[in-house]
């Protein structure tokens, strides 16, 4: 059974840092691409930034040169460095593996 648990979200001031990590379990992890997904109130779930086994990393273009994603995969962890984090950063963030398998979510709200 695969379980994605995501932690370090909360309250930050506009311009400040988080780092989100992702711990995963019951899949062959180095295998699978991981991603964070966010979602905003009212609005669609999105790809924030992903990154394949092998560690190529990829970005939407609203977090490309604030966040950076990384994954140790011997400890099955993925990360995400957020910094000069903005209100509308605000969402729920979520980690993904392979496409199929979701985490719980953890809220980040940055306050201006």
């Known amino acids: 059974q695969v379980q994605l648990v995501e932690s370090g979200g909360g309250l930050v001031q506009a311009g400040g840092s988080l780092k989100l990590s992702c711990a995963a379990s019951g899949l062959i992890f180095r295998m699978y691409t991981m991603a964070w997904y966010r979602q905003a109130p009212g609005k669609q779930r999105e790809l924030v930034a992903d990154?394949?086994?092998?560690?190529?990393?990829g970005y939407a273009d609203s977090v490309k040169g604030r966040f950076t994603i990384s994954r140790d995969n011997a400890k099955n962890t993925v990360s995400l460095e957020m910094n000069s984090l903005k209100p509308e950063d605000t969402a729920v963030y979520y980690c993904n593996s392979g496409g199929d398998y979701w985490g719980k979510g953890t809220q980040v709200t940055v306050s201006s």
């Open positions: 990154i394949s086994g092998r560690g190529i990393t």
